[in-house]
C-alpha cells in the first residue's frame, strides 16, 4: 500500500512528487510513456512568467508569482538552465493602452515587482529589433526562461534520490475507491494507495471523473511553435508578447535558455488528447504572427517546429486540491499556461494539502540539491582537459551541432531515471537538438544506447513502445 | 513492331530516345541528339547492364560491414539474384580492395569483390 | 601548443586533396584534423559506383575514391588526427581541438584551409507539418545505417527530394530488400542527375513525382503514412490534390548545407547564396591564410571537382606558407552573378595572384535549354559559350585566362549571366 500515487510524470507530478519526498510516505509516480516529461510539458515556451496575466485573487495568479519567486532557488538546488531575462508586451498603438494598463494594474495587484511601461524609445534602445510599430510596452523584469526538460528531469530525479518510486510504460485504465483510499488498474498491474495525485495533463478529467461526480472537461488546446538554430538567438534577448489586438492573440518570440530562438504558440482546441500534429495552417500562423512584434525574423534559420497540448479546463483555472466527492483525491489539473512557472508552487500545494490529510512526518535525510549533466562547454579549458584525462568520454564529441560528448551522453543513460531512448537522451543532453536534428549523431547515441542497455540496435527507440528507429537488417527480406 | 522509351544518361541533356524494335531488330532509333545516344540506346534495348554495389559483414574488423560491388557490368535482369548471392555472407578482417568475396555471383561469370579496406581489430 | 604550416580541418574528399596538393609543393608541415574514425569523410558511406569519371578516367566507388588519396596522404608521410573534433579556431589561426587521447589541443597554425563538407537539410528547415514519429531519416543518415550499419530504417519507403543521394538511396533501399513507393520533389525538375534518375528509379520502377510535396505525416510512434499534394508554381500545395502513402519512412532529400559554424566563429564571411566563405581567386577567405574548399565552400554534385578545386586550394595555402605570392595588385575585379547564375566561386580576382588560368564556378537557378553562358567585362561581352542545357542540380564553370583579363587594365567587374540564344 502506498501512501500516494502521482498519475503523471510531467512538471506537476514531478514538482509534487519533489516536495511530498520531503516527508516520510511511500509514494509512487504512474507514468504511461517511457520517460519523465513526454506530454505538456516537453513542448511549451519555456518561460517563466512574471504574473500580470491572471486575474487577481485567482489560483493561477498566485501560484505563478510564488512559482516565479522559487524559480531561482530552485534551478540552483537542483541544477537546471534559468534565466531571468525579463519580458515585454508589445502594444502596437494608442488604443491598445487601456489593455496594457490593464495588466500593468493585474500585475500591481497580483504582487508582481518591477512593472514598467515603457515607451517607443525605451523599447527599442532595449530590444532594436522589436517592430517598428510599438506605441508602447508593459515591461516586466521578473520575468524569465527556463528549460522545461531540464527542470521537470530534475525534480523526478531529486524525488528519486528522496525514495519516491517511478514506473514508466505504466498506464492507468481504471481507478477504484476502496475502503482504505484507491485501487489503481494499470496496463501493469493493480497498485494499491491511500491517496491519489491526480496530475494527469490534458487526461486529468478522465481520472477525475473516474472517481468524481462533479465533472471536470479538459480540452486539449494545441500550441504549435518554430525553432530557430543559435545563429537567431541574439535576435532579441527578451520573451516579446503580443497585446491581443486588431490581429486576434499574438504569438510571443523569446530566446530559449539554450540560445535558440523559439516563436509561436498557435492556441486552437482540439478533441485529440495525442494530437500532437503540426498543420500548415498552424505553422503559417506562427511565422506570420512571429513578424508582427519582432522585425527581420530570419525565417531560413528554423530547425524544427513541434507542437504541444495545453491541459485547459473549462472554467479557465487551475484546479489543485482534493476534489469534493472523492476524499484522498488530489487534483492537479488544468494546468496550462502558467503551468510551467507555477509548479514548484503546485508542488508545494499539493504536498501541504497531503501533509495534512496523512498527517505526514518530515525526513530528516532529505536531500535537497541535485546536480544535473555536467556540461563541458561551461568548463575552463584546463578543467576540461583534466576531465577527458580521468574520463576519455568526454572527449568524444557525439552531437557536433551542440558539441554534446559522448561523457554527458553516457551520464544520461548512467544516472537515476535514466534516459532509455534518443529523445530521453535528447532532452537530457541536447544531443540531436541542433541544426542537423539528429542526422549526424543519432546513429552514433543508437550504438552508445544499444551498448549501455545490452540490446540489439533495433530494440532502440526514438521514444519508448512502438517508435522502434530501424526495422530490421539489410537483405534479411531479399 | 514495339517502340521503348528511353531517357538517354550519357550527358545532362537527357534526351527522350524512341527505340523501334521488330522482333529482335532495332529498327530505328529516333530523338537523340547526338551519336552517343544512339549507341547507348541500342545498349540499353539490346543488353542492359549495370554495376551493383552493396555491403557484406565483417568478421573480427575496424567496421562492422565492408562494400562490395560487381567487377564488372552484369546484366541487369541478374541484379536481385547477385544480391541474394550475398545474403549471409561473411568475411574475415583483413579485408583489400579487390579481394574476392563471390566469385562468379548468380552464375554471371562476375566476381563480386570489396571497395574497401577494413584492417582487423 | 603545437605548431604546423597548414592545417586542414577535415579528411574528407577536400581535406586529403588539399593536403597532397599543399605537400606536392614543398610544405612538410602538414596536419589533417578528422573527426571520424577514418579519413575519406561522406566517401566511405556512398558505397555506390561512378566517381572518379574526370580524375581517374574509370569508375569507382566511394570507398575505392577515397583510398586513392588516402593512398596518396599515407605514401607523402602527411599527417593526421582522427576522432579529433575541432571546437573552435580563432582569427590569429590558433586551432583548438579535442579528442579522447590528448585531451584538448592547441595547435598554430600559419594557414588554415577550411574542408568541413556539408550537413543535409533537415525536416524543420522544410517546415513540413505533422506528427514526428520515428521514421523520418534525412537520406544521408539512412545511408549511413544502412550501408556502414547493415541496418534497415524500415521496409516502406517515401522519400521527399530528388537530389541525388535520395536518387541513390531509393536504390540501395530497393535492392537491400524494401519497397520505395515514390520520390516526390517539389520543384517541376529533378535536382539529380540523369544518370541517377534513370538507374535508380526508371531501372525499379518507382515512381518520380515531381512538383509534388509531403503535406503531412501520419502515425504517433512510427510513421504510419505521409500524404503528398501537388504544388503550384509558387511552391504552395494546391488543395484537393491530396494522396495518401502508406509507409514506415520517409527519407529526406531536400538540399545540403555548407557547415561554417567553425568559419563564420572564426571571423569568416559567408556568401548568403552558397552559404559558404566569400573566396577570392586563390580560394582564399577574407581572412589571410584561410583557405577553403569542397563542399563546405559551395555544394558539389561531382566530387571529382571537389578534388580538383581542393588541389588550387592546397597549391595556394602552399605558396602563401613559403611567401612565394605576390603581395597583389590591390586592384580587385568583382565577379557579378546575374541574370540566372545564383553564385559564382571565386567572388573577385586579383590578377597579380591569379595563376594563368581560373576556374569560376557556379550554379544557375533553373533549367536552361540552348542557352549562353556570358562574361561581360565592365561592358564588354569577353565569354560567350552555347550550352545544350543547364541544370540547377549540375555544377557550371567558364575559365578565364590572366592573359585575357590583362587585356582590360581597367577592368573593375565581370558580370556572369545566362543568355538567350
Redesign the interface.
Known amino acids: 500500500m502506498y501512501d500516494v500515487i502521482i498519475i503523471g510524470a510531467g512538471v506537476s507530478g514531478a514538482a509534487s512528487a519533489r516536495e511530498l519526498s520531503r516527508y516520510k510516505a511511500k509514494i509512487c509516480v504512474l507514468e504511461k510513456e517511457e520517460d519523465v516529461c513526454c506530454g505538456t510539458s516537453k513542448a511549451n515556451s519555456g518561460i517563466v512568467h512574471a504574473g500580470y496575466d491572471a486575474a487577481p485573487g485567482s489560483l493561477k495568479a498566485m501560484l505563478n508569482v510564488r512559482g516565479n519567486e522559487m524559480m531561482e532557488q530552485l534551478s540552483k538546488d537542483l541544477d537546471f538552465l534559468f534565466q531571468r531575462t525579463g519580458s515585454l508586451v508589445i502594444c502596437p498603438d494608442e488604443e491598445g493602452m487601456p489593455g496594457l494598463q490593464k495588466l500593468y494594474d493585474r500585475g500591481l495587484a497580483n504582487g508582481v515587482k518591477g512593472l514598467k511601461i515603457l515607451t517607443r524609445e525605451e523599447i527599442s534602445a532595449m530590444e532594436p529589433n522589436i517592430t517598428d510599430d510599438v506605441y508602447a510596452a508593459l515591461y516586466a523584469p521578473s520575468a524569465g526562461i527556463v528549460c522545461p526538460f531540464g527542470m521537470n528531469i530534475a525534480l523526478a530525479e531529486n524525488a528519486y534520490m528522496n525514495g519516491v518510486e517511478f514506473r514508466f510504460n505504466t498506464e492507468v485504465q481504471d481507478i477504484r475507491k476502496t475502503e482504505k483510499g484507491y485501487e489503481i488498474h494499470t496496463g501493469q498491474g493493480v497498485f494499491h494507495t491511500k491517496c491519489v495525485v491526480n496530475a494527469a495533463g490534458v487526461y486529468a478529467d478522465k481520472f477525475h471523473n473516474m472517481v468524481s461526480k462533479k465533472k471536470i472537461r479538459i480540452t486539449p488546446r494545441r500550441g504549435e511553435y518554430?525553432?530557430l538554430d543559435k545563429?537567431a538567438g541574439k535576435h532579441i534577448s527578451r520573451t516579446v508578447f503580443s497585446l491581443p489586438g486588431k490581429y486576434g492573440k499574438g504569438v510571443l518570440v523569446t530566446p530559449t535558455v539554450h540560445g535558440n530562438l523559439l516563436i509561436g504558440p498557435t492556441a486552437v482546441d482540439i478533441r485529440d488528447k495525442?494530437g500532437?500534429?503540426?498543420?500548415?495552417e498552424?505553422?503559417d500562423e506562427v511565422?506570420s504572427k512571429a513578424g508582427q512584434s519582432v522585425k527581420n525574423l530570419p525565417m531560413?534559420q528554423?530547425?524544427?517546429?513541434?507542437a504541444g497540448l495545453r491541459a485547459h479546463e473549462s472554467g479557465a483555472e487551475f484546479i489543485i486540491g482534493e476534489a469534493e466527492d472523492a476524499e484522498r483525491f488530489i487534483d492537479c489539473a488544468g494546468i496550462e499556461s502558467p503551468g510551467l512557472t507555477s509548479c514548484p508552487a503546485i508542488g508545494e500545494m499539493v504536498a501541504e494539502v497531503l501533509k495534512e490529510k496523512l498527517r505526514l512526518e518530515k525526513k530528516e535525510d532529505f536531500i535537497a540539491t541535485r546536480k544535473g549533466i555536467l556540461d563541458p562547454n561551461t568548463l575552463a579549458?584546463k578543467e576540461?582537459?583534466?576531465l577527458?584525462?580521468q574520463e576519455?568520454?568526454y572527449?568524444?564529441?557525439i552531437c557536433?551541432?551542440e558539441?554534446i560528448t559522448e561523457g554527458e551522453i553516457l551520464d544520461a543513460i548512467r544516472r537515476p531515471l535514466g534516459a532509455r531512448s534518443l529523445d530521453g537522451i535528447k532532452r537530457r543532453t541536447r544531443a540531436g537538438m541542433g541544426?542537423?536534428?539528429?542526422?549526424?549523431c543519432?546513429?552514433k547515441t543508437m550504438e552508445i544506447l544499444a551498448r549501455e542497455l545490452n540490446v540489439s540496435?533495433?530494440d532502440i527507440?526514438?521514444?519508448g513502445?512502438?517508435?522502434?528507429?530501424?526495422?530490421?537488417?539489410?537483405?534479411?527480406?531479399? | 513492331m514495339e517502340i521503348r522509351n528511353?531517357?538517354?544518361?550519357r550527358?545532362?541533356?537527357?534526351c527522350q530516345i524512341a527505340v523501334q524494335i521488330d522482333r529482335h531488330d532495332i529498327v530505328s532509333v529516333t530523338g537523340n541528339?547526338c551519336k552517343r545516344g544512339d549507341v547507348y540506346a541500342r545498349k540499353e534495348v539490346t543488353d542492359p547492364t549495370?554495376?551493383?554495389?552493396?555491403?557484406v559483414?565483417v568478421v573480427g574488423g575496424?567496421?562492422?560491414?565492408v562494400?562490395v560491388?560487381t567487377k564488372e557490368d552484369i546484366p541487369?535482369g541478374k541484379?536481385?539474384d547477385c544480391?541474394r548471392s550475398l545474403r549471409g555472407i561473411e568475411v574475415e578482417a583483413p579485408v583489400y580492395?579487390g579481394d574476392v568475396i563471390v566469385p562468379d555471383a548468380a552464375g554471371t561469370g562476375v566476381d563480386i569483390v570489396a571497395?574497401?579496406?577494413v584492417g582487423k581489430e | 601548443m603545437k605548431n604546423y604550416d597548414i592545417v586542414i580541418i577535415g579528411g574528407g574528399p577536400a581535406g586529403l586533396a588539399a593536403a597532397v596538393s599543399a605537400k606536392r609543393n614543398g610544405i612538410d608541415s602538414i596536419l589533417i584534423l578528422e573527426?571520424d574514425?577514418?579519413l575519406g569523410g561522406i566517401l566511405?558511406q556512398c558505397?555506390?559506383?561512378g566517381f572518379g569519371l574526370h580524375m581517374f578516367r574509370e569508375?569507382?566507388?566511394?570507398?575505392?575514391y577515397a583510398?586513392r588519396f588516402i593512398d596518396q596522404v599515407n605514401a607523402l608521410g602527411i599527417a593526421y588526427c582522427l576522432?579529433t573534433?575541432v571546437?573552435d579556431i580563432s582569427h590569429e589561426k590558433v586551432v583548438?581541438a579535442?579528442?579522447?587521447?590528448?585531451?584538448?589541443l592547441e595547435i598554430r597554425a600559419k594557414a588554415v584551409i577550411l574542408a568541413m563538407g556539408c550537413?543535409?537539410r533537415?525536416?524543420?528547415?522544410l517546415?513540413i507539418?505533422?506528427?514526428?514519429?520515428?521514421?523520418i531519416?534525412?537520406a544521408?543518415?539512412a545511408q549511413?545505417?544502412?550501408?556502414?550499419?547493415?541496418?534497415?530504417?524500415?521496409?516502406e519507403i517515401v522519400i521527399l527530394g530528388s537530389g541525388d543521394i535520395g536518387l541513390i538511396m531509393a536504390r540501395r533501399m530497393t535492392?537491400?530488400?524494401?519497397k520505395v513507393k515514390v520520390v516526390a520533389e517539389l520543384m517541376p525538375y529533378s535536382g539529380g542527375?540523369?544518370?541517377n534518375?534513370?538507374?535508380c528509379l526508371?531501372?525499379y520502377g518507382i515512381p518520380l513525382k515531381l512538383s509534388h510535396t509531403v503535406?503531412?505525416?501520419?502515425g504517433?510512434?512510427?510513421i504510419e503514412s505521409v500524404t503528398l499534394a501537388e504544388v503550384d508554381a509558387t511552391g504552395k500545395?494546391v488543395p484537393g490534390t491530396e494522396e495518401e502513402y502508406s509507409c514506415?519512412?520517409l527519407l529526406l532529400s531536400v538540399g545540403l548545407i555548407p557547415e561554417n559554424?567553425l568559419s563564420?566563429g572564426m571571423g569568416v564571411q559567408l556568401n548568403n547564396v552558397t552559404s559558404g566563405p566569400d573566396v577570392n581567386e586563390s580560394l582564399e577567405t577574407n581572412i589571410e591564410g584561410v583557405f577553403a574548399c569542397g563542399n563546405v565552400l559551395h555544394v558539389h554534385d561531382l566530387v571529382d571537382f571537389v578534388s580538383e578545386e581542393a588541389k588550387t586550394a592546397g597549391k595556394n595555402a602552399a605558396a602563401y606558407v613559403k611567401g612565394e605570392r605576390s603581395a597583389g595588385g590591390g586592384r580587385e575585379i568583382r565577379l557579378k552573378p546575374m541574370d540566372g547564375v545564383r553564385y559564382t566561386v571565386p567572388i573577385s580576382i586579383d590578377t597579380a595572384r591569379m595563376s594563368e588560368d581560373l576556374t569560376v564556378r557556379f550554379r544557375v537557378g533553373a533549367v536552361f535549354r540552348d542557352c549562353y553562358v556570358s562574361a561581360y567585362f565592365d561592358g564588354e561581352r569577353a565569354v560567350h559559350t552555347k550550352r545544350?542545357?543547364?541544370?540547377p542540380g549540375?555544377m557550371e564553370e567558364i575559365r578565364l585566362t590572366k592573359e585575357q583579363l590583362l587585356k582590360y587594365p581597367d577592368l573593375k567587374a565581370i558580370t556572369v549571366k545566362i543568355e538567350e540564344a
Open positions: 518554430c525553432l545563429n495525442e500532437t500534429n503540426t498543420t500548415r498552424g505553422l511565422i531560413r528554423v530547425i524544427t517546429s513541434f579549458k576540461r582537459d583534466e577527458i584525462r576519455s568520454a572527449g568524444n564529441i557536433r551541432c558539441m541544426r542537423c536534428q539528429s542526422g549526424f543519432s546513429p540496435m533495433s527507440t526514438k521514444s513502445g512502438n517508435s522502434r528507429l530501424v526495422a530490421g537488417f539489410t537483405k534479411d527480406l531479399l | 528511353l531517357t538517354c544518361i550527358c545532362p541533356m537527357g541528339a549495370r554495376i551493383v554495389t552493396s555491403t559483414k575496424k567496421a562492422d560491414m562494400s560491388k541487369r541484379i536481385f544480391m580492395i571497395t574497401k579496406n | 573527426r574514425k577514418e566511405n558505397i555506390h559506383n569508375e569507382l566507388t566511394g570507398p575505392e583510398q576522432n573534433m571546437m583548438t579535442m579528442n579522447r587521447t590528448d585531451g584538448l550537413r543535409e533537415s525536416r524543420g528547415a517546415n507539418p505533422g506528427y514526428r514519429p520515428a521514421g531519416y534525412s544521408g543518415t549511413r545505417l544502412v550501408n556502414m550499419e547493415g541496418l534497415m530504417p524500415g521496409r535492392l537491400e530488400g524494401a542527375l540523369k544518370r534518375i534513370v538507374q526508371d531501372d503535406v503531412d505525416i501520419n504517433k510512434e512510427r500545395p514506415d519512412t559554424e563564420s545544350r542545357i543547364m541544370a549540375e
